[in-house]
Structures are given as structure tokens and as C-alpha cells.
């Protein structure tokens, strides 16, 4: 069977020297008529294809929404709007193939909106790297190393990503053999064959660790909390956080590792970041939810290896997690009940009254209406100046903690990984490994709330049910989605 592959491609408009502040990062007009050789005739034409790439990134099909506090987390059991027969009911149960929403709120849609993103978003960086060879003379050579290492990064990445969603999970080799997607390496419009989830890992681990031996030209991470409202001349150069960074590429190996088994390769690399020393937890006397504050960080910015910048973040908030005294929409609005997420946060054990990401503590979320429900408050702002609370975080400090508690070779390895991260949010250490992976994964629970990674989790160590789930008992099937119709080609 052959995909056809769709796609568009997005070139950001020049003018990026003439941006003020990190406000602007990525938040300029898109132009898709340039001609190829104009585009790749200088290095900003060169940069501003690369900032497109960012763009596509920040889309809401994928992480600007549906990747992370969207569709997936949906299906992660996050939210209470689960009602039969709205829009958000068939995603929490697992059912892919609705239609009758209509106008951009059917299952189907959205399904293909994850797809055909990636593969522009794949097109893009294929685009960049078709036009780069020779130009290092042109470039500088630190300039063509993070070019070419950020795009083959993304190549890497979001295969993988889209495998992580239209195929089964690999479960150690089981899926090995399993056709899964095309791997698209080079730009083309022509139709691919599907390849084996063998392949496509393989071919993604080649991208990233190509990207990680050119990415270390430029190990630095200039933090956004430390750098918002400063003014560049050269943003290519600064906020690194919203870059597929060297440091990032190192968490995507170890995300990558861990999900193919290799334990030895993903604790490698978690460690790397880990250890690094360029990211750290953030405190709690650093929180503050006052939205129209420069301060509010509610994202913990600090402990992003890779966000992207989302300038319509503050319209998300307000359709989807709607602050109190606005009405419900249950067709729409993305909310949980203090009861359900206070059980989740384990908020009655002794000692656990104090994590710092507790629905009860009031910090990260509102107030519970009359009817016990509450919204998150991760994404909401009301000071345009604040760049902070604009970022959606892709991969945050405390994965490669729990990547490498995982990976670890003993439980009570591991188990030091894991109460590092239990400490930071205010918890009480463990002092058994006993249950080591299953409080791993009430952990990811915690942590990722409106980040997706936590159905991510629940897939990959294929368990059998979503906890506030109305899916029923997950299958394979369930946890898989299906290839859109409108890219198959039959015939083959």
C-alpha cells in the first residue's frame, strides 16, 4: 500500500532582524509564493524556512493543541466532558472515525490534521535540508550546523511521533515486523511505501544522532524566564528552549531508547540532560498564578528542554479551559472535578498534601465551582508581555527523570531518579522500590497534565486501561490510530 503525502510549505517572511523581543519569536506572517533559489540565496532566507518549520510546530493540530492538552490528553482520561455523542466523547472513546460534528470538530478531521501536519512539518525540514548542501561557505559554519542539525532533528522526531501514533506500540520487539508509515527522507511529492516500525525507528535514531553530533556546535540554553523582553538583533541565535536544541536531541534519543527496549541508551542520554545542569526544577516559592503578572510561569519554563511558542495560547485557554464565572460547554471545554484530580494527586496519603502540582492547593488551578469541576490554569494569561505563558512544553526535566528511573539497572537505582523528582514537587521520598514502575506511572499522571505525554505512556507499556476512562479495555486497536483516507492510494 502507498501514501500519498500532502502538504504545503510555510516560509516566514523576512524582517526577523528587526524584531524587538522574544514576544515576536515565531509570531510573524507566513509566506508560501517564494521562489526556491531567492529563499535558499541568503542565510535569513535560509533561517526564516527554519522559523516556518517552528511555525508548523506551534499549529493546534499539533502541539499548539491536539499533541498536548488536546485530543491526546483526552484520551488520557484528563477530562470530564465525555457525554456520548459529542465531539469529545468519541475521542475518550477511542473512536476515530466520526463525522457528524461537522466543521472541524469530527473525529476524522482530526485525525488527518495530525497526519498531514507532521508530514508538512516533515516536508519543511526536508525542503531545508535538499537546499543546504554547499552552503556552508554562504551560512558560516556554525549557522549551517544548526540548521541542517535542527532540521534533520525534526525529520527524526516527528517520524517518530507519528509512529508513536499510527502504530502499535513496539513492546520490546513484538511490533517489530509491523508496516507502520513512510519514512519521508527527502523532499517529494511522490507516493511512499509504508515501512516497518523497525525501519522507521531506525532510520529516526540515524536522523537524531546526525542531528546531535552537528547540534554540538552550540550546547548553550539561554533560559526564557531569564532572557523575556531583552532585545536581539538575531533571534536565530538566542531562545534556544524553542529550539530542537543539542539538549533536546538528547531527550528525544532517550524518549526513543526507552521506547524500543534499550535501556542502556535511554539512561545514557537521560543522564546527559540530567546532568547538564542547563535545566533545573522549579521552586515553589517561584510559583505565581496571577495571570496578568510577568511573573506567572505556570508551565515551569524552566524545566523545558523544548517548547513551542504559541501566540494564540491565550485563545485556546479561554475556549477550552474556560475560568470561572463562565458557563460550561461540555461539547467543548476541557475540565475535571477537584474530587476525581485530588484522587489522581493521591491528596489524602500522608505527606502529599504538599505537592506543589495538587488541584487542592489552589496554585495551578481554579477555584472549584459549586458542582466540584475545575479547570487548569497551565496555559492562561492575561499580559501580553509575558513569553512564558505562552510556551507549550514538548519535553520537559522531569521525563529523562522518570526515562531513567526506568531504565535504571536495579529498582533501587531507579527509585533515586524518581524521589528526585517526587522532592521537587513537594512529596515525600520513597523508601521502597518495590512498586517502583507502578509509582513511575503515577507520576506521568501527575507531571504531564495538558502535555499528552501521559497516554503516550499508558500505550507504550500497553496498559489495559485509562484510569477515568471511558474507553473500556484498551486494546492495541484502541491505542492506534487509523491512517486518514484521503492519503491512501490503492493499487499496490
Request: proline letters at 3%; glycine letters at 8%.
Amino acid at each position: 500500500m502507498r501514501f500519498s503525502i500532502k502538504y504545503t510549505l510555510l516560509i516566514v517572511a523576512g524582517a526577523v532582524l528587526t524584531l524587538s523581543s522574544c514576544s515576536k519569536w515565531l509570531d510573524v506572517s507566513p509566506k508560501t509564493q517564494v521562489r526556491e533559489d531567492k529563499q535558499f540565496s541568503t542565510r535569513q532566507g535560509f533561517i526564516d524556512a527554519l522559523f516556518g518549520m517552528y511555525q508548523l510546530a506551534a499549529g493546534d493540530s499539533l502541539y499548539g493543541r491536539n499533541l498536548t492538552f488536546g485530543a491526546i490528553d483526552v484520551l488520557a482520561g484528563r477530562y470530564e466532558n465525555k457525554a456520548s455523542g459529542l465531539y469529545w466523547g468519541y475521542w475518550a472513546r477511542a473512536t476515530y472515525t466520526n463525522t457528524v460534528i461537522g466543521a472541524n470538530l469530527d473525529a476524522e478531521f482530526t485525525v488527518a490534521g495530525m497526519w498531514g501536519g507532521s508530514y508538512q512539518l516533515i516536508a519543511q525540514a526536508n525542503y531545508i535540508l535538499k537546499n543546504i548542501e554547499g552552503k556552508q561557505s554562504m551560512l558560516g559554519g556554525e549557522a549551517y550546523n544548526i540548521i541542517k542539525g535542527e532540521s534533520l532533528a525534526f525529520r527524526g522526531f516527528q517520524h517518530f511521533e507519528l509512529l508513536r501514533m499510527f502504530a502499535p506500540a513496539y513492546l520490546n520487539g513484538q511490533n517489530a515486523a509491523t508496516k507502520a508509515i513512510p519514512y519521508m527522507s527527502a523532499f517529494t511529492i511522490n507516493p511512499q511505501e509504508a515501512e516497518s516500525m523497525d525501519a522507521v525507528l531506525g532510520k529516526a535514531e540515524q536522523d537524531l544522532l546526525a542531528a546531535h553530533e552537528l547540534l554540538a556546535v552550540n550546547t548553550n540554553i539561554d533560559q526564557i524566564a531569564d532572557n523575556q523582553g531583552s532585545v536581539s538583533l538575531d533571534l536565530f541565535t538566542m531562545y534556544r528552549q524553542n529550539h530542537l536544541n543539542y539538549w533536546a536531541v538528547k531527550a528525544a534519543l532517550a524518549r526513543l531508547y526507552l521506547y524500543k527496549g534499550d535501556k542502556i541508551n535511554a539512561l545514557k542520554y537521560a543522564r546527559e540532560v540530567i546532568q547538564s545542569n542547563k535545566f533545573r526544577f522549579i521552586a515553589s516559592s517561584e510559583l505565581n498564578a496571577d495571570p496578568a503578572a510577568l511573573a506567572s510561569d505556570l508551565t515551569f519554563s524552566r524545566e523545558h528542554i523544548f517548547s513551542v511558542y504559541s501566540s494564540g495560547l491565550r485563545r485556546h485557554a479561554e475556549d477550552f479551559f474556560k475560568p470561572a464565572p463562565l458557563a460550561r460547554d461540555d461539547n467543548r471545554d476541557l475540565y475535571s472535578t477537584l474530587t476525581k484530580m485530588n484522587a489522581a494527586y493521591e491528596s489524602s496519603l500522608p505527606g502529599y498534601g504538599t505537592d506543589i502540582r495538587l488541584p487542592d492547593a489552589r496554585i495551578l488551578w481554579t477555584a472549584a465551582n459549586a458542582s466540584g469541576f475545575i479547570y487548569t490554569k497551565k496555559y492562561y494569561n492575561d499580559n501580553p508581555d509575558n513569553v512564558k505563558q505562552k510556551l507549550v512544553p514538548v519535553m520537559r526535566l522531569p521525563e529523562m527523570y522518570y526515562i531513567a528511573a526506568e531504565a535504571s539497572a536495579t529498582a533501587d537505582e531507579g527509585l533515586v531518579f524518581l524521589n528526585q523528582v517526587r522532592t521537587a514537587r513537594g512529596l515525600p521520598a520513597l523508601t521502597s522500590s518495590g512498586n517502583l514502575n507502578a509509582e513511575i506511572g503515577k507520576e506521568y499522571r501527575k507531571e504531564f497534565y495538558g502535555e499528552g505525554q501521559y497516554w503516550f505512556y499508558l500505550k507504550r507499556t500497553n496498559a489495559t486501561t485509562v484510569p477515568d476512562g471511558v474507553a473500556g479495555t484498551m486494546t492495541q486497536a484502541k491505542y492506534t490510530f487509523p491512517m486518514p483516507l484521503a492519503q491512501i492510494e490503492f493499487g499496490k
